[in-house]
């Protein structure tokens, strides 16, 4: 009888200490899942303020460089485009992410083209409207910068969080599945040619 209770008791703590572990597991999982899907917010509020800065960029430019509507057409379709693809961070595949990488970088080329023909212009150069508009998408462009770098350290601490033994059994069990990263734009690892 003695050794019978010993049994049960040996097996209820096996259970315990079995239930404790995934429980741990899955709600460490659940934890960084949640912090990826958080960054995610703060990456897209960052590209969402600088679509907002465009429509104010535009019309001071248009102001000042009225022969140039093809540039400023090019800036507003491009805005238009990026702001059309959203990804839930439920959908956080490679390729929903390289699609939405893309959407950005025609942003950030037509603000280039932008910022271009703004040089043909020295009055508006010198508008403080202008300049405070260029101020501002300059420091969110460097937001964007850094808040893509943290969603990539918190995909990072999430995926390897997943992968790892045995956790890997239980991230299969239960559906997580690993986070892509943003990555260079293609030609990025060239560095550009300047000859005199």
């Not at 509507?69 to 485009?81: D, F, M, N, P, Q």
């Not at 023909?117 to 910068?145: C, H, M």
């Not at 601490?157 to 991230?171: G, L, T």
């Amino acid at each position: 009888m003695k050794k019978a209770w010993i049994a049960v008791i040996i097996i209820v703590v096996l259970l315990i200490i079995i239930y404790s572990s995934v429980k741990g597991t899955y709600n460490g999982m659940v934890t960084k899942g949640e912090e990826v899907t958080s960054q995610w917010g703060n990456v897209q509020s960052v590209y969402q303020r600088r679509a907002d800065l465009i429509p104010n960029l535009v019309n001071t430019v248009k102001g000042y460089a009225t022969h140039e509507r093809e540039t400023l057409t090019g800036v507003i379709e491009a805005r238009a485009k990026a702001t059309s693809v959203t990804i839930n961070p439920g959908e956080l595949t490679s390729a929903n992410l390289q699609n939405f990488q893309e959407a950005q970088a025609g942003i950030s080329s037509a603000l280039s083209k932008l910022m271009v023909v703004v040089e043909r212009y020295p009055d508006l150069k010198a508008n403080q409207n202008f300049l405070e508009l260029q101020s501002q998408l300059e420091g969110t462009e460097n937001r964007i910068s850094v808040e893509r770098r943290k969603f990539n350290e918190v995909a990072k601490d999430y995926n390897v969080y997943i992968k790892s033994f045995p956790k890997n059994i239980f991230a299969g069990m239960f559906g997580f599945e690993s986070k892509p990263y943003f990555e260079a734009e293609k030609g990025a690892e060239k560095a550009p040619k300047v000859e005199f």
